[in-house]
């Protein structure tokens, strides 16, 4: 069966949320267990994680922190700041003097200081928003991504009235670290350059606080970019300056590191910042849990998934089990396109052996899924 398949039909959404143990069955939307049955379990990943959930681990540059995507339920959306994942730690040469820090306006602009104190008098709700690393991959259980809800300041408004020559806005980050990246793995520059004309739509901010607190170090404190709807290498941390530049501009080094990862058409990446493709995170699904219960004296198994991406709305998401010959049917109506949702499904009760999990988006672009980056093998 084709990839891009879909049938009518579906499951009821749930609602993603905050963590708990991920060894006890997921909540239903009425209380009652799963189909009134007994649960026996979770059914296992062919591969487990390669790396420790919740736990950071590797240093500066490298440093990781992945979610548990498993403990995710359905009451409420919000990651706590200890679980969000990170994908690099705050710089060991950064001292956080939040009392004197500030960020310089540059560039193509009257040279103007804002300071945290001003940002944070003038940062407002964000909503609920979530970063998924552009590396997020299936040997981390996809546990590169998290939502919070944020507050901070609306790019566009910072940069109200900007020079008519000015083409876009380079994002500064403090990028200093004493400890090296293995094999190179990550490259020095903290950088990132956003099109003027794709603040608006984009709802870009500067952060200033993460579930109602100020940011902690590893997720950039005292102030970071945050793109809604965009792979979180272009979220840049630690912010220390906002340079107006000209469509002459060039890549960053951080742009040209992961111009692979997201999806430009060049994988080494365009020369020129005008060239280079928006980071947005296509439509995406990928499965999180299977549960084992015994039901009317029979195993079924309860399928339960996320969605997330996209910049516009999408149609039915459908599992495929297999190599395509069971298909099933989900229909996660995301309102808020900026988070998550769950979704679930039953398998058909006579499944068993080692399973491989699908997913595919109606009408939308999905890059990944098309390619089974997603695909998730479970043994049933």
């Known amino acids: 069966m084709n990839r891009r398949r879909?049938?009518?039909?579906?499951?009821?959404?749930?609602?993603?949320?905050?963590?708990?143990?991920?060894?006890?069955?997921?909540?239903?939307?009425?209380?009652e267990p799963w189909m009134g049955g007994t649960f026996l379990g979770l059914a296992p990943f062919v591969a487990p994680a390669g790396r420790p959930f919740g736990t950071k681990y590797?240093?500066?540059?490298?440093?990781?922190?992945?979610?548990?995507?498993?403990?995710?339920d359905v009451d409420?959306?919000?990651?706590?700041?200890?679980?969000?994942?990170?994908?690099?730690?705050?710089?060991?040469?950064?001292d956080i003097a939040e009392a004197d820090w500030t960020v310089t306006i540059g560039g193509l602009a009257t040279p103007s200081t804002l300071t945290i104190a001003e940002l944070r008098d003038r940062s407002e709700d964000q909503g609920l928003v979530l970063l998924e690393c552009s590396g997020n991959g299936p040997t981390a259980k996809f546990g590169l991504m998290s939502a919070a809800r944020w507050g901070g300041v609306l790019l566009?408004?910072?940069?109200?009235?900007?020079?008519?020559?000015?083409?876009?806005?380079?994002?500064?980050?403090?990028?200093?670290?004493s400890i090296p990246s293995e094999n190179a793995h990550s490259t020095p520059g903290a950088t990132w350059i956003l099109p003027l004309d794709s603040l608006a739509s984009s709802?870009?901010?500067?952060?200033?606080?993460m579930n109602g607190e100020p940011l902690s170090a590893d997720h950039g404190a005292p102030v970071r970019l945050v793109v809604p709807g965009w792979y979180g290498c272009s979220c840049i941390k630690w912010v220390t300056g906002l340079v107006l530049v000209g469509p002459d501009a060039p890549s960053t080094s951080q742009m040209l590191e992961f111009a692979n990862r997201t999806e430009q058409l060049d994988e080494e990446g365009p020369p020129l910042a005008r060239d280079y493709l928006l980071p947005e995170i296509d439509h995406a699904a990928t499965v999180v849990r299977v549960e084992r219960w015994r039901v009317d004296g029979r195993v079924r198994h309860r399928v339960i998934g996320l969605a997330w991406g996209g910049t516009e709305p999408a149609g039915t998401l459908s599992v495929v089990v297999g190599e395509g010959a069971w298909p099933a049917d989900v229909q996660p109506v995301r309102d808020d396109l900026r988070t998550w949702a769950l979704w679930e499904h039953a398998l058909d009760p006579d499944m068993s052996g080692e399973v491989v999990l699908s997913t595919a988006i109606e009408g939308v672009r999905t890059r990944r899924?098309?390619?089974?980056?997603?695909?998730?093998?479970?043994e049933l």
Do not use: H, Q
């Not at 049938?7 to 997921?26: E, I, T």
């Not at 590797?58 to 995710?72: H, K, Q, S, Y």
């Not at 089974?372 to 479970?378: H, K, R």
């Open 156 to 177: 566009a408004d910072l940069l109200e009235g900007a020079d008519a020559a000015a083409w876009g806005v380079e994002v500064v980050g403090f990028d200093d670290s």
């Open 58 to 72: 590797n240093a500066g540059w490298d440093a990781r922190l992945l979610l548990e995507l498993a403990t995710l």
């Open 76 to 94: 409420g959306l919000v990651v706590e700041d200890g679980d969000f994942y990170v994908r690099t730690e705050l710089p060991d040469r950064l």
């Open 203 to 209: 709802a870009a901010f500067l952060a200033t606080t």
């Open 369 to 378: 899924l098309d390619r089974g980056y997603y695909d998730m093998a479970f």
């Open 6 to 31: 879909f049938l009518a039909g579906g499951s009821a959404l749930v609602v993603a949320s905050a963590c708990r143990d991920p060894n006890v069955p997921a909540p239903t939307p009425d209380g």
